[in-house]
């Protein structure tokens, strides 16, 4: 426990007044005063205005300054990238949209999206680096078994971003850091729950007590391999057969209503049309749907989180959405459904540059050193 520790948790937003990190850190708020105040004479944090009352003397804020360092965040997709200059808080400052394809693989992507960093950076001093993939990442920063980007199994990511920056690095799944961008878009309250991002594929991602759930390789949350009753012989990427991804990923809907006699190219089409209720698109979405409530109610089951987030473009059809939510309600316990959240993320399009910021602060030493 350290000053960077309550720096990161102010820069982060999860604290706002000394009030909050005495119920954070667990500490008489006489000890956080003492160390509040001895960081507010080395002006590394800042204390203004008035915050919401929760009955009696309004809290005073606290934040961050501003400073000049930067941190650079890319979330990469399969085919974009998503890149920005975050102040010392986290918050995007400039960002820029990049073509490009996994594809090619790891070494000319990667030194396209670290030359376009640094020139987002603008020479500013750099306090972290974070990058998001699309595909399981380890403890270490190496892709494993990623489907649909040849040549990235088994590199180490963080090795190669190491040489070019000797600052604290995030090298993180991309579902991992939209769960962090949510803790950041939704403030403190939000500190147990399971993210789902539904789009071409599907991945997922556990917040447990405001942190990141990693497990013990850094795979956890990793839902598309479930198998579902409705799987049956389908054979999947992972090379088994019947998994989640074979029904309810964008791409596996894409194909199974092109099966259908419907053509549709991408996962927006194919949402697009749901919107209209077009018959043969609704029942398959709605199949979907359900396929991926039953993987959420086991979950569910056993974690009893306060939210389920979904996300990715599957998340903005209402008929997916309710299909899974009406499979929740109908199999969970009672007691574990009664306050369950079930609700579309808010973080937006920078939900992952958000999650990088914050893993950032989180290592603590960033705005501590600067
Ligand atoms: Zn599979």
Redesign the pocket.
Known sequence: MSAAHIIGLVASGQATSRAELARLLGWAPSTVSAHVQELLDAGLLLESGEGRSRGGRRPRLLSVPAGEGVMLAADLGGHHARLAALDGTGRPQKVRDLEMDVSAGPEPVLDQIMDALEELGDGRPVLGVGIGLPGPVDLDGVMVGPSRMPGWHGYSVRERMSRRFQTPLVVENDANLMAMGETVARGPDLRDFVFVKAGTGVGAAVVSDGRLHRGARGFAGDI??NRVPAGGDRP?????FG?L??IASGAALVAAVNGDGVDVKSTADLVRLARDRHPTVTTNVRFAGRQLGEVLTTIVNFLNPQAVVLSGALAGCDLFVAAARGVLYERCLPPTTQDLEIAESVAGPDAGLLGIGRLILDQGVALASS
């Open positions: 598309t391999h999947c990427s992972c090379g088994n998994c991804e074979t």
